[in-house]
Each structure stands twice: as C-alpha cells, then as structure tokens.
C-alpha cells in the first residue's frame, strides 16, 4: 500500500510542481482556485504517503514516531487537503461533485478527530479502527482514480468505444463518489474481521 500511495502521490502532485496554472489537469477558475487546488493536492499527498506508516507495525511500536507521524498526518495532511476540498469542490459546477467530496470531506475531518480523542483517552482499539475509515478516506485518490476507467469500461458494450472520451468527464464525479464508499465499505469488513479474529481466539480457548 505504501509503494502504491508513493507512486500515486508522485502522479498527482508532478503537474503541479511548476505552479503554472495552464498544466492544471482541472479547469480553473482563476489564481485562487488553482492555488487552493494546489493545497489540496500537495497536502492529500502527505496524508496518502504518511497513512500506510502507521499501519506498520515496528512504526507503531515506536510510540514517539508513532506520534510524530500521526500528527503530522492529520495537521499537515488530512485537515488542510480535507478544509481545501470543500471550496474545490463548490467551484467544480457539478452536483454530484460537490455532495460527494463534500461530504467525503466531512467524513475525512470527523474520523480523523475521532481517531485523535481515541488517542488521548489511550483507547488504542477504538484509535485504529478510526484511522483505519480515516485512511480508507484518504485512499480515495487512488480508488476513483481505478474506478472512472472500469466505470469507462463497462459502458463499451452498451455505447461503443467511440462514447469512451465523451463519457470520461461524467464519470470522474461518480468514480469519486463511488471511490470512498467502496473504501469505507472495506474498512469496516477489515474492522469486523479484525474484532472477530481475538474472539475466534477466546473461543478456542
């Protein structure tokens, strides 16, 4: 997971280095909106590459790395990208755009301060499985991004492959929307398996 949220992170954050506006792979409105797309990106790709860290389990282990990472995580990934998705997302004229990063944006924010009360109160259980939703959250840069060409796909034998390009751009807001509930959807079967798995184990006893 981490090798792939690298590889990702590069992929979307590459365009972006030169701060020019015209290699915006999404329409702008203007300086602002592109420089808040920016900040969206840049800390979306902080929180993509951190996320994986915490999962291992030497990292966790070491609990003042640990913490440092986790923090860095939610301050400099999670709560920027997450505060900057809203506006991007208002600005993108879509409907369904706008609900769907919106309220994935929301999610993101929620999780991820459940995540950090669970932390303080040294509930540990209740801390990863809050991060794990948070995390499925913050994977959705990858997700929809393998969903929009499968979503593309599926329609080749009702529409021809000549509808491919005209269909991309309506599909991207579906594909995002899709992208965190089949994540979170996942994350609770990860949960669900991870409380059953010491239970199994009590029974056996």
Not at 19 to 47: E, K, N, Q
Not at 147 to 168: N, Y
């Amino acid at each position: 997971m981490l090798i792939v949220a690298v590889v990702a992170a590069s992929v979307l954050v590459y365009p972006y280095l030169g701060l020019d506006i015209d290699d915006s792979r999404l329409d702008v409105g203007g300086s602002l909106h592109y420089y808040v797309l920016v900040g969206h990106i840049a800390t979306a790709a902080v929180a993509l590459v951190l996320g994986p860290l915490q999962f291992v389990p030497r990292v966790r282990a070491r609990r003042r790395i640990h913490r440092t990472i986790g923090r860095a995580y939610l301050l400099a990934g999670v709560l920027p990208s997450a505060a900057a998705t809203i506006p991007v997302a208002m600005w993108s004229g879509r409907v369904v755009t706008q609900i769907g990063l919106t309220t994935a944006a929301v999610l993101w924010l929620v999780t991820g301060g459940l995540a950090f009360r669970a932390a303080r109160r040294r509930d540990f259980v209740s801390h990863r499985d809050w991060m794990t939703r948070n995390y499925a959250l913050t994977f959705l840069a990858v997700t929809s991004r393998v969903l929009v060409p499968l979503l593309l796909l599926a329609q080749i034998p009702f529409r021809g492959a000549g509808a491919v390009g005209e269909l991309a751009t309506s599909m991207i807001p579906i594909g995002q929307t899709l992208g965190w509930i089949v994540n979170l959807v996942v994350a609770e079967g990860i949960i669900r398996r991870r409380t059953r798995v010491p239970e199994a184990r009590l029974d056996r006893v």
